[in-house]
Nanobody
Framework: QVHLVESGGGLVQPGGSLTLSCAAS????????WAWYRQTRGDERELVAR???TDSTTVKGRFTISRDKSKNTMDLQMNNLKPEDTAVYYC???????????WGQGTQVTVSS
């Protein structure tokens, strides 16, 4: 079992920056996908950024994803934020042995003046 806890959300003005952090605990040795998703009310969750166990990354737009393996944390650096970035941001992890996926509880990011 893997437990994920996000932090760092809040209210930020357009053009501002914010860093979200995800702390992982439990049996994380088999995790091979770490990712951030976001969801606005009424929409499906969409992938924002992903980092594999090989450190290969996929990032959408103005965001940067990173992992600190020594601390078991994953960060999402968000720059030049826009009102359309307003959403609940979720930390996600997945493994194949055995097949399992995990979600954090989410953290709200609101971009507004």
């Amino acid at each position: 079992q893997v437990h994920l806890v996000e932090s760092g959300g809040g209210l930020v003005q357009p053009g501002g920056s914010l860093t979200l952090s995800c702390a992982a605990s439990g049996s994380i040795s088999e995790i091979f996908i770490w990712a951030w998703y976001r969801q606005t009310r009424g929409d499906e969750r969409e992938l924002v950024a992903r980092i594999l166990s090989t450190d290969s990354t996929t990032v959408k737009g103005r965001f940067t994803i990173s992992r600190d393996k020594s601390k078991n944390t994953m960060d999402l650096q968000m720059n030049n934020l826009k009102p359309e970035d307003t959403a609940v941001y979720y930390c996600y992890a997945a493994q194949v042995r055995p097949i399992a996926s995990y979600w954090g509880q989410g953290t709200q990011v609101t971009v507004s003046s």
